[in-house]
């Protein structure tokens, strides 16, 4: 790491021509976000990205004549940000929302076999849009669901801005306000997990009340779901890469930054193996461990707290049946180890069966668990689910693993996470690990963006465009 004072190496920094520059290290959505930023508001910038694509955790590859997803992702309505990033690469149309919140809940708890219910919303105002659906709801009893209304209201009267939430778990905030094991499950860990990749013991109440809050309790329809209905990569690489081309983005892959010095003039050096960039600002867009590696001295007053956030993994299993046996888009799960099946068969370009993707949000008792095992666990859980599945052919099953996927949301993880200005002049810090409010979400992760690229035209002198930040507005 550097100490912040260093001169930059002996051999040849890349030539600049001159005006406002800024290097932006790293290719995720953070990165790309703020590359795009600080382009359209007239800086130069050079965006470098380790990997050979851009997108980050958000990705996809091939697989024989499937193209693969590394694993399901999904938005809502209130993710403004997000769907400003659509926009700004002009794939709003290949990722659009729900009609309305419609999501299937399939239970097999019952020895009587399948059950299926729907979370949905109505045409009307907060709260009475979820009203009739949860009056419906056949996964709880008349009492749980009544339960279910008062902690609801309890939660809406939170205030975010409390610092002490974040010391609280969810969990048992949820107990303490009358929710049972089996509303917890059938309801908050159903929609928590999802967003939060935790359970809700191990949630801090802040992160979970913001989810919440935002998605179910602000507008009637916030929480309406969004997909990609084209791969990852088409997103968040070929189109982003597009963008960024067409922004002036000098945009380099396989260019890992290996140490930052700050020169006393205030401008910066961007070491990579065999080439130095000088540039006005710096943006770093990276994982908080990497993050943490390559901050200069005295740029955080308590660096060690980046290697503090934890992280939480995701697993994905992948399926790909002989035959159509699924009819919808995606379900969720109760009973059974399965939490969310997405059908990705047009996306992937598979012409004859069908392909499911599972997604396994906190996922630290299988992250690790041999392929052999999962077939044996899911493919009959699957059967339970999906009558289909019973009589079809498996083709193919495989699985991505991302051991890093998020930040923890733990209690106490709030005061972990720092904001986008550092100490040291001109370097700023992006990440959906970064205090964006958000938890570890493609959301969080854009509008890290925006606050990096926000804090680097004030201290270039450039003006803020108001085009650029037009999802606040919206939010």
Not at 403 to 414: D, K, L, N, S, Y
Request: aromatic share 6%.
């Amino acid at each position: 790491m550097s100490d912040g004072s260093r001169p930059a190496p002996a051999h040849a920094a890349t030539p600049q021509p001159a005006g406002r520059s800024a290097v932006v290290v790293g290719g995720g959505l953070a990165g790309i976000t703020a590359a795009l930023a600080l382009a359209d508001a007239g800086v130069r910038v050079t965006l470098l990205e380790g990997r050979p694509r851009l997108g980050g955790l958000a990705f996809s590859f091939r697989r024989g004549e499937l193209t693969v997803d590394n694993g399901q992702h999904v938005y809502l309505r209130c993710c403004t940000a997000y769907r400003w990033f659509l926009d700004r690469i002009g794939g709003a149309a290949l990722a659009p929302l729900q009609d309305r919140l419609d999501v299937p809940v399939v239970d097999v708890t019952k020895p009587a076999g399948r059950r299926l219910g729907r979370l949905r919303r109505d045409p009307l105002p907060v709260p009475l849009h979820l009203g009739r659906s949860l009056a419906a709801y056949p996964h709880l009893s008349l009492a749980e669901r009544a339960a279910v209304g008062r902690a609801a209201l309890a939660l809406k009267g939170l205030d975010l801005a409390d610092p002490a939430l974040d010391t609280q778990d969810f969990g048992s905030w949820l107990a303490a306000h009358g929710q049972s094991a089996r509303a917890v499950e059938a309801l908050w860990d159903l929609v928590g997990v999802a967003t939060l990749n935790a359970v809700a013991g191990d949630v801090s109440l802040g992160l979970a009340a913001m989810v919440f809050k935002t998605g179910l309790l602000s507008d009637p329809g916030a929480a309406d779901i969004g997909w990609a209905r084209v791969p990852l990569g088409e997103l968040h690489d070929r189109l982003a890469r597009r963008a960024l081309d067409s922004a002036g983005v000098r945009t380099q892959v396989r260019a890992r930054v290996t140490s930052l010095s700050l020169h006393a003039n205030g401008s910066w050096s961007v070491q990579l193996p065999g080439e130095t960039l000088e540039t006005d600002a710096v943006v770093l867009a990276v994982p908080q461990r990497e993050a943490h590696e390559l901050l200069p001295s005295g740029a955080l007053d308590a660096p060690q707290r980046l290697l503090e956030i934890g992280t939480a993994p995701i697993l994905n299993v992948h399926v790909v049946y002989d035959r159509r046996v699924l009819a919808g888009p995606f379900f969720a799960a109760l009973g059974t180890p399965v939490q969310w099946v997405f059908d990705r068969t047009d996306a992937s370009g598979l012409r004859t069966g069908q392909y499911l993707a599972l997604s396994q949000s906190a996922a630290q008792d299988e992250i690790d668990t041999p392929v052999a095992e999962l077939r044996e666990r899911y493919l009959p859980e699957l059967a339970r689910l999906i009558p289909g599945a019973r009589t079809a052919v498996v083709e193919d099953f495989f699985v991505t693993r991302e051991r890093t996927a998020t930040f923890a949301p733990t209690p106490g993880v709030g005061r972990l996470r720092p904001g986008a200005r550092t100490k040291a002049t001109g370097l700023y810090l992006a990440g959906a690990w970064t205090a964006t409010g958000w938890p570890a979400t493609m959301e969080s992760a854009v509008r890290s963006g925006v606050s990096a690229a926000d804090a680097a035209l004030g201290a270039l002198g450039r003006p803020r465009p108001r085009r650029l930040f037009g999802f606040e507005e919206a939010a």
